[in-house]
């Protein structure tokens, strides 16, 4: 059974650092698409950055580069989110995303969040 838990959120201080962790079960990292995504208190949910499985090529959000750094433990079969510099407007909920090729069957699969809270 696929499974994602992120943990690591917290509140931290303008100029301040995190580092959130994707623990993913069930499947294997590096044969899966990872993302992190974040969802504001009224806004949509948006692409923060992603790890392409093939290539391993990084992507990032406009708002975040620079500051925020995905990585992967294959290993550990996780996916960690450096956050640096943090700003207000970085507050949300931070969701690990993966995306798996089942058969023929594209499916996506979404942890339950871990808020980060930006603020003095």
């Known amino acids: 059974q696929v499974q994602l838990v992120e943990s690591g959120g917290d509140l931290v201080q303008p100029g301040g650092s995190l580092r959130l962790s994707c623990a993913a079960s069930g499947f294997s990292i590096g044969s899966a698409h990872m993302s992190w995504y974040r969802q504001a208190p009224g806004k949509e949910r948006e692409l923060v950055a992603d790890f392409t499985s093939i290539s391993g090529s990084t992507n990032y959000a406009d708002s975040v580069k620079g500051r925020f750094t995905i990585s992967r433990d294959n290993v550990q079969n996780t996916v960690s989110l450096q956050m640096n510099s943090l700003k207000p407007e970085d507050t949300a909920v931070y969701y690990c995303?993966?995306?798996?090729?089942?058969?023929?069957?594209?499916?996506?699969?979404w942890g339950p969040g871990t808020p980060v809270t930006v603020s003095s």
């Open positions: 995303n993966a995306i798996l090729l089942v058969g023929l069957k594209v499916n996506s699969y």
